[in-house]
């Protein structure tokens, strides 16, 4: 039976907590060694107790189960330059020091082989896992508005000069980060979660919806190109956002500005911020019942484009449901 994700919580650094979460450790130890499977929370746990413990148990790499969480803690040390002409630094217990040539020499070809290696799995066009499915079209459709830049087109960038493989590198590294963190993502939400509601019209937050808003609108400081996206700051969190929204929609539907109303294109403002929420029908296969349709939440971000917000404003008018809360209602 897998631990609840409560319990893998570290609460204190008291003797008993040691105990009790050495115990944990044990567990965990005994399946790892088997190569058995373990949750993405109790592989959080796991690795970054081998980490940081001070006894024999060995390192990440002779754990299968620790891939993930090495790609992400190598990673987010070089994301902001994959070319190694910066300082690095990482954290190694409670302090952090500054990465030496080897050491980095080391990580950044281990990135550069794991990006060679995520290359290969998104060029796959039939992924029985719906996440990786998702990510693979999203990411090979960056790769492709990568290519058609102009920088690329006219030379500038050309094909597998210095420049384009780096900004290939970050796209494919930046695209597997964001997916080892939707799995620890979808392993939190209960299904209830992904179901968002309004005007009796239920919303699927599923593993598109997910990725492309993580990737477009949460990843400014990693793309290496202007992407003419906006970004979200910090009301809204990844890890929780289908809960956020399915709230937010809730009060709105509750307060009725929006009954009989459209919803593929649902506008609110939020302590004094204005956000979309694109939604639209698609069709989905179930074993079952066939081909089904749904609607899918497509997108999610705030509204910075000048021209977007003035015709969100001429088009509908702003109504106030709670002090931090109003919907845009279409005239």
Not at 5 to 16: H, K, P, T
Not at 216 to 237: L, M, P, S, V, W
């Amino acid at each position: 039976m897998a631990f609840q994700i409560d319990v893998l919580q570290l609460r204190n650094d008291s003797e008993a907590e040691q105990i009790r979460t050495r115990q944990i450790f044990e567990v965990l130890k005994t399946k790892a060694t088997k190569q058995e499977t373990l949750t993405e929370h109790e592989k959080e746990f796991f690795c970054m107790a081998v980490k940081i413990s001070h006894l024999d148990d060995g390192v990440w790499e002779d754990y299968t189960c620790c891939d993930n969480y090495k790609f992400k803690s190598i990673y987010l040390a070089y994301f902001h330059d994959l070319t190694g002409g910066r300082a690095y630094y990482k954290v190694k217990e409670v302090g952090v020091y500054k990465v030496e040539l080897k050491e980095r020499q080391t990580d950044l070809q281990y990135l550069y082989d794991k990006s060679d290696e995520w290359k290969l799995i998104i060029q796959k066009t039939n992924h029985s896992d719906q996440l990786l499915q998702q990510i693979s079209v999203e990411t090979r459709n960056e790769l492709k508005n990568l290519s058609n830049l102009p920088e690329v087109l006219n030379g500038y960038w050309r094909g597998g000069s210095y420049v384009y493989i780096f900004k290939e590198r970050a796209i494919l590294l930046h695209s597997k980060y964001i997916y080892c963190i939707a799995l620890e993502i979808f392993e939190t939400l209960k299904n209830a979660d992904l179901i968002l509601e309004i005007n009796s019209i239920q919303i699927e937050f599923n593993e598109y919806s997910l990725f492309h808003i993580l990737n477009r609108h949460y990843a400014q400081i990693t793309k290496q190109y202007d992407t003419g996206k906006t970004f979200h700051n910090e009301d809204f969190k990844p890890r929780i956002l289908s809960v956020q929204l399915k709230n937010i929609l809730h009060d709105i539907d509750n307060s009725k500005v929006l009954q009989d109303k459209a919803v593929d294109k649902i506008g609110f403002q939020q302590n004094g911020i204005d956000y979309l929420v694109w939604t639209s029908e698609k069709i989905k296969s179930i074993k079952g019942q066939g081909r089904v349709s749904y609607r899918r939440l497509d997108t999610f971000y705030p509204v910075s484009d000048e021209a977007e917000k003035n015709k969100l404003i001429a088009t509908c008018d702003l109504q106030k449901i709670t002090n931090t809360l109003s919907a845009y209602v279409p005239k």
